[in-house]
Nanobody, 126 residues
Framework: VQLQASGGGLVQAGGSLRLSCAAS????????IGWFRRLPGMEREFVAA????????RYADSVRGRFAISRDKAKNTAYLQLNNLKPEDTAVYYC????????????????????WGQGTQVTVSS
């Protein structure tokens, strides 16, 4: 299974980006997809996640109301819409996936995800 993350770039504060995560090698019909990020000099942290069924989403407090996770089952692709970006959102963003069912509290846990993309850089200028 390979996850290909794309869509990062340089944007001014207040701008928007849409990140994509295309999965190949396996069609996900269950399990979960997550987005995580590594800020400069920091540990990787949770951003957003959802079950592939679309029934449940979870967001970090720092992005709730600004970011939106979604998926297109037909394309086996997940997205992260980033709106009202702030300089503190500057980070490398990673997508991750698992075919296993996760309880709500586990959606934010990096150790629960089996597959990881390579990361895409998002830089927000002030």
């Amino acid at each position: 299974v390979q996850l290909q993350a794309s869509g990062g770039g340089l944007v001014q504060a207040g701008g928007s980006l849409r990140l994509s995560c295309a999965a190949s090698g396996r069609t996900f019909s269950s399990g979960a997809i997550g987005w995580f990020r590594r800020l400069p000099g920091m540990e990787r942290e949770f951003v957003a996640a959802m079950r592939w069924s679309g029934s449940t989403t979870r967001y970090a407090d720092s992005v709730r109301g600004r970011f939106a996770i979604s998926r297109d089952k037909a394309k086996n692709t997940a997205y992260l819409q980033l709106n009202n970006l702030k300089p503190e959102d500057t980070a490398v963003y990673y997508c991750a996936a698992t075919a296993r069912g996760l309880i709500f509290s586990s959606l934010a846990s990096q150790s629960e995800y089996d597959y990881w993309g390579q990361g895409t850089q998002v830089t927000v200028s002030s």
